[in-house]
């Protein structure tokens, strides 16, 4: 039996609307002993409700995964761009009002 040539390798199959990719400006993390479940929401200006627009659910362990692969590309980020700023306190923008 012949041997995987690069057994770390994964194929990825992408869907044409997978690849287009959903907009999301907030996340909402909850857990449980068993699991932890993000829902990524899209906040629209001037909208009174936000909209799901993904869920994904997590073991534990890969919950952690995520968060050292976020947070070491965070520090490649910051290092080719600069430090990423939080927004939280941004003015709102004018209403269009003279």
């Given at each position: 039996?012949?041997?995987?040539k ?35 929401l ?28 976020l ?21 709102p ?6």
């Amino acid at each position: 039996m012949e041997e995987p040539k690069n057994p770390s390798k994964i194929d990825i199959e992408l869907t044409d609307a997978q690849a287009q990719g959903v907009y999301s400006n907030l996340a909402i993390i909850n857990h449980s002993p068993s699991e932890f479940v993000v829902d990524y929401l899209s906040l629209m200006p001037g909208m009174p409700k936000a909209r799901i627009v993904s869920r994904v659910i997590l073991t534990p362990m890969h919950a952690k995964k995520l968060l050292g692969a976020l947070a070491e590309n965070v520090r490649r980020y910051e290092a080719l761009f600069g430090e990423i700023r939080d927004t939280d306190a941004v003015p709102p923008a004018p209403r269009g009002e003279a």
